[in-house]
């Protein structure tokens, strides 16, 4: 079964960096994009970041770009998100996910921006 396992969130202050970390199992991880997701209550879900496989190309929100960058590390089946210069906007509970589809959603990991 497929599993994604979000961690690495917590409380930061504004100006601050977390990372993030994505493990998946059930899959063959390599052969597919990962993409990172936040969620605020009250709003919709939206994508913040993209990695294709082989982790040659990227894509990010504008409004994280130039301040969170995406990798992977397929070998120990993991995607990061590095979030650097936080802001109080960014505070949301952020998952992740695989491909094209996102039919399963893992936990996700609370990100807090506060001071």
């Known amino acids: 079964q497929v599993q994604l396992v979000e961690s690495g969130g917590g409380l930061v202050q504004p100006g601050g960096s977390l990372r993030l970390s994505c493990v998946g199992s059930?899959?063959?991880?390599?052969?597919?994009?990962v993409t990172w997701h936040r969620q605020v209550p009250g709003k919709e879900r939206e994508q913040i970041a993209h990695?294709?496989?082989?982790?040659?190309?990227?894509y990010y929100d504008d409004s994280v770009k130039g301040r969170f960058t995406i990798s992977r590390d397929d070998a120990k089946r993991t995607a990061y998100l590095q979030m650097n210069n936080l802001k109080v906007e960014d505070t949301a509970r952020y998952y992740c996910?695989?491909?094209?589809?996102?039919?399963?959603w893992g936990q996700g990991t609370q990100v807090t921006v506060s001071s």
């Open positions: 990695i294709n496989p082989g982790g040659v190309s990227t």
């Open positions: 059930g899959f063959s991880f390599s052969d597919y994009a």
């Open positions: 996910n695989k491909g094209r589809r996102w039919t399963f």
